[in-house]
Nanobody, 123 residues
Framework: QVQLVESGGGLVQAGGSLRLSCAASGRTFSSSAMGWFRRPPGKEREFVATINLRTGSTYYAASIKGRFTISKDAAVNTMYLQMNSLKPEDTAVYYC????????????????WGQGTQVTVSS
């Protein structure tokens, strides 16, 4: 089992920045990739970004590319999502997830999930 805990969400004005963190514990060696997903109000959960834990390769959703950066710190088993130039449409509950599959944007390939952290962007 892999346990994931997100932090760093909050309320920010449009154009502002936030950094989300995801701390992993447990059988972290079983994961090849970690990712961020989000669920906007009234919508389905959607893919945001993913990172390969061994190579550092990344893949982003088109809607956030160039504004968000995913990264990891293996020494502390933590993944980050730096979010810049935030827009009201980025408002969502953000979830981190871990997968044995490399660089997947497919939700069902992530068996481990955090509880989510709320990000609200005001206009």
């Amino acid at each position: 089992q892999v346990q994931l805990v997100e932090s760093g969400g909050g309320l920010v004005q449009a154009g502002g920045s936030l950094r989300l963190s995801c701390a992993a514990s447990g059988r972290t060696f079983s994961s090849s990739a970690m990712g961020w997903f989000r669920r906007p109000p009234g919508k389905e959960r959607e893919f945001v970004a993913t990172i390969n834990l061994r190579t550092g390769s990344t893949y982003y959703a088109a809607s956030i590319k160039g504004r968000f950066t995913i990264s990891k710190d293996a020494a502390v088993n933590t993944m980050y999502l730096q979010m810049n130039s935030l827009k009201p449409e980025d408002t969502a509950v953000y979830y981190c997830a871990a997968s044995p599959v490399r660089l997947s944007s497919i939700e069902r390939e992530y068996p481990y999930w955090g509880q989510g952290t709320q990000v609200t962007v005001s206009s």
